[in-house]
């Protein structure tokens, strides 16, 4: 790839902008890609991508009784939350850590083929809400021993998913560059993820704050759990956390476009 970093601002803003848009437009490469890393990933496995959900669902059968006596909460009331907290986070937390390689994870595709930037983005999206999905179904088990039924209601979590998709793009570029520059980048966001885990209303809830409740609320990892976790557990989530994400989605590309058309044509040599 050319270093344009001396062509002036409109020129590199064009090319990034063509970088984004052929990015979309290779929808078959890079689905057929993350699908690969998939099978990749589970070669000579025999339950394959299954075994996600089966990890998943031990994790839930041994946490949600566990923390259910801990934090003095029904099981019926908190296996359910904790579930749908666990496997979003999973979600979540896995978007950040592999926005963190989505660059120098596909070194040698960066190196050998010309290829759009942005479709290792797209690429990693697309993985894991593959991955996503097979964890979803750890939940059924969960509906299964507590009767719970499917409402309409749960058609409210895809805005939710929608909403996550979206941040992740922009999130991906600004973690894939930093890291691309600074390797001690990655075990950096890898330690506050971790922290983030305790920090985030996962396994508790914000009520146990107190007044302090809306330290959690204004979590932005909470924000987007719950987009999809109030619609399958309740309560519904009001216009607030909505203009929330929008919020921050509006905040990451704001950083991101101009990190992206400024340091575009750099990356494949820090990589």
Same mark, same amino acid.
């Given at each position: 790839?050319?270093?344009?970093?001396?062509?002036?601002?409109?020129?590199?803003?064009?090319?990034?902008l063509g970088d984004l848009v052929d990015g979309i437009k290779a929808f078959p490469i890079w689905s057929t890609l993350a699908w690969?890393?998939?099978?990749?990933?589970?070669?000579?496995?025999?339950?394959?991508?299954?075994?996600?959900?089966?990890?998943?669902?031990?994790?839930?059968?041994?946490?949600?009784?566990?923390?259910?006596? #801990?934090?003095? =909460?029904? /099981?019926?009331? $908190?296996?359910?939350?904790? %579930? &749908? *907290?666990?496997?979003?986070?999973?979600?979540?937390?896995?978007?950040?850590?592999?926005?963190?390689?989505?660059?120098?994870?596909?070194?040698?595709?960066?190196?050998?083929?010309?290829?759009?930037?942005?479709?290792?983005?797209?690429?990693?999206?697309?993985?894991?809400?593959?991955?996503?999905?097979?964890?979803?179904?750890?939940?059924?088990?969960?509906?299964?021993?507590?009767?719970?039924?499917?409402?309409?209601?749960?058609?409210?979590?895809?805005?939710?998913?929608?909403?996550?998709?979206?941040?992740?793009?922009?999130?991906?570029?600004?973690?894939?560059?930093?890291?691309?520059?600074?390797?001690?980048?990655?075990?950096?966001?890898?330690?506050?993820?971790? #922290?983030?885990? =305790?920090? /985030?209303?996962? $396994?508790?809830?914000?009520? %146990? &704050? *107190?007044?302090?409740?809306?330290?959690?609320?204004?979590?932005?990892?909470?924000?987007?759990?719950?987009?999809?976790?109030?619609?399958?557990?309740?309560?519904?989530?009001?216009?607030?956390?909505?203009?929330?994400?929008?919020?921050?989605?509006?905040?990451?590309?704001?950083?991101?476009?101009?990190?992206?058309?400024?340091?575009?044509?750099?990356?494949?040599?820090?990589?």
């Open positions: 790839m050319q270093d344009t970093s001396n062509m002036p601002v409109e020129g590199r803003a064009s090319r990034a690969q890393d998939i099978r990749q990933r589970y070669r000579r496995s025999v339950l394959g991508p299954l075994w996600i959900t089966l990890t998943m669902a031990v994790t839930i059968a041994a946490m949600g009784p566990l923390y259910g006596a #801990l934090l003095n =909460f029904s /099981t019926e009331d $908190f296996v359910p939350y904790l %579930a &749908l *907290g666990i496997i979003t986070w999973g979600l979540v937390s896995t978007l950040i850590l592999e926005g963190c390689i989505v660059f120098t994870g596909a070194d040698s595709i960066v190196r050998s083929v010309r290829l759009p930037l942005t479709l290792h983005i797209f690429r990693s999206v697309y993985r894991n809400f593959l991955f996503f999905a097979h964890n979803i179904l750890a939940y059924i088990p969960v509906m299964l021993y507590l009767s719970i039924s499917p409402k309409v209601e749960w058609l409210m979590a895809i805005p939710g998913l929608l909403l996550i998709a979206i941040a992740a793009v922009p999130l991906s570029l600004i973690l894939g560059i930093f890291c691309a520059r600074f390797r001690d980048m990655q075990p950096i966001v890898g330690s506050v993820v971790q #922290l983030a885990f =305790f920090l /985030t209303p996962i $396994f508790w809830k914000p009520n %146990a &704050l *107190g007044h302090r409740a809306y330290f959690a609320e204004w979590n932005p990892l909470y924000i987007f759990i719950q987009l999809v976790r109030g619609p399958l557990y309740g309560p519904m989530p009001d216009a607030s956390l909505y203009e929330g994400a929008g919020a921050c989605i509006v905040v990451l590309f704001a950083i991101a476009i101009p990190l992206f058309i400024r340091f575009r044509s750099r990356i494949a040599f820090w990589i």
